[in-house]
T-cell receptor
């Protein structure tokens, strides 16, 4: 069966520090991968999505970046965090060949920038 | 991208049936309609998905009219544990960016 892992689960970082959140998917090949952010009391904002290795599309201009170095690995990064980067970050995957829009989410990473 | 509109919040009591409607006026021909449930500090969880007419599974039913410009998630006999945010999502994983709307906060009271 397919599983998705995100880490770290919780992170507290000072303003201006770098960030790296990692997501891996097991049990499937060539998934579409997504990074979402959820600020406190808000909905889900799509940040990045990837349809293959090295292919990243950004939905919102910001100081965050994403990379997909391997088929089932998706990394969210920042060189210098801002206070506004605080939030709940969710990685998700979907099967490209099903064309149905069903997403499978990880458990999330809560980032607090101080 | 098909944009969705849902009520911000709904209140119900245990044992009642709850219907949450989502509007998606510019849905594309190939788009599916998917509903998710999210508890605090957890990732959203798939509830049900449909393309047209009615779909039913062990937890919910999804009603989609012929024009597909709206859909209604029906939760039979809700319990306190159904208190959560419910999202309607319209799109195709392979081609769209699957953008979520603001969701509906359902509060179930005793």
């Amino acid at each position: 069966s397919q599983t998705i892992h995100q880490w770290p689960a919780t992170l507290v970082q000072p303003v201006g520090s770098p960030l790296s959140l990692e997501c891996t998917v097991e049990g499937t090949s060539n998934p579409n991968l997504y990074w979402y952010r959820q600020a406190a009391g808000r909905g889900l904002q799509l940040l990045f999505y990837s349809v293959g290795i090295g292919q990243i599309s950004s939905e919102v201009p910001q100081n965050l970046s994403a990379s997909r170095p391997q088929d089932r690995q998706f990394i969210l990064s920042s060189k210098k965090l801002l206070l506004s980067d605080s939030g709940f970050y969710l990685c998700a995957w979907a099967l490209d060949d099903r064309d149905t829009g069903e997403l499978f989410f990880g458990e999330g990473s809560r980032l607090t920038v101080l | 991208l098909a944009k969705t509109t849902q009520p911000i919040s709904m209140d119900s009591y245990e044992g009642q049936e709850v219907n949450i409607t989502c509007s998606h006026n510019n849905i594309a021909t190939n788009d599916y309609i998917t509903w998710y449930q999210q508890f605090p500090s957890q990732g959203p969880r798939f509830i049900i998905q449909g393309y047209k007419t009615k779909v039913t599974n062990e937890v919910a039913s999804l009603f989609i009219p012929a024009d597909r410009k709206s859909s209604t998630l029906s939760l039979p006999r809700v319990s306190l544990s159904d208190t959560a945010v419910y999202y309607c999502l319209v799109g195709i994983s392979g081609y769209s960016t699957l953008t979520f709307g603001k969701g509906t906060m359902l509060l179930v009271s005793p």
